[in-house]
Structures are given as C-alpha cells and as structure tokens.
C-alpha cells in the first residue's frame, strides 16, 4: 500500500508541475488551474495520512 501511494503522490507532483507550468490548459493563468489545487490537496492529502499512519504505529509499539 505504501509503494501505491508513494507512486500516485509522484504522478500527482508530476501532473501538478505541468499543469503549474500550463502545459495543460494555456488558456488559463498557470498556477490558477484548478488541476493544479486539485493535485496538491490530493498529494496533501497523502502526506498526512502517512504521516498519521505512521504516528498510530509508533504510539502502537
């Protein structure tokens, strides 16, 4: 489970540098897509449940 997020929170990073840059939409403002926002607060969103995965573990031990 943890290589699966590892490996969709690169592919989030790398969709969400693109889309920063405006490869996707060069109509919009680059850093104003709403792909981008929607990538980071996905990618956010597995950091903290590493993270509290992580804390749940240790208190466990």
């Known amino acids: ?3 699966m997020l ?13 889309s ?3 490869a996707f939409q060069p109509t919009v403002e ?3 897509s709403p792909l981008f926002w929607g990538c980071a ?3 956010l969103t597995i950091i ?3 993270k509290f995965k992580r804390k749940r573990e240790e208190e466990a031990e």
């Open 1 to 3: 489970m943890a290589k």
């Open 48 to 50: 903290l449940y590493r």
């Open 20 to 22: 920063f840059v405006g």
């Open 6 to 18: 590892e490996l969709g929170g690169l592919v989030l990073i790398g969709i969400m540098f693109a």
């Open 41 to 43: 607060g996905a990618a």
């Open 30 to 32: 680059p850093g104003l």
